[in-house]
């Protein structure tokens, strides 16, 4: 059961990047960019996590997907603070 609940974040993530990215070709908005970056690096973590829990249980990637979300949610701050401006 947790393995689906992990493959349908990591999908869910993956679509929302997708999703983000087609409506910034179509607008050319910014915080869309901003925004799809910031999901690819949570698609990315939640694939780590699918991996770590799932496929090699006995390696331990919990820094290495610290460091992807940490990573995914700078970009959106980044990109908050910059539009701000």
Request: with cysteine; net charge positive.
């Amino acid at each position: 059961m947790a393995e689906a609940v992990y493959t349908l974040c990591a999908l869910t993530s993956f679509l929302c990047a997708v999703l983000l990215v087609q409506s910034w070709r179509r607008t050319r908005a910014r915080i869309l960019l901003w925004s799809s970056l910031c999901f690819v690096g949570l698609a990315a973590n939640n694939l780590l996590l699918l991996i770590d829990l799932v496929f090699v249980p006995d390696v331990d990637l919990a820094r290495m997907r610290a460091v992807t979300a940490t990573g995914a949610l700078a970009v959106l701050v980044t990109g908050l603070i910059w539009e701000r401006r």
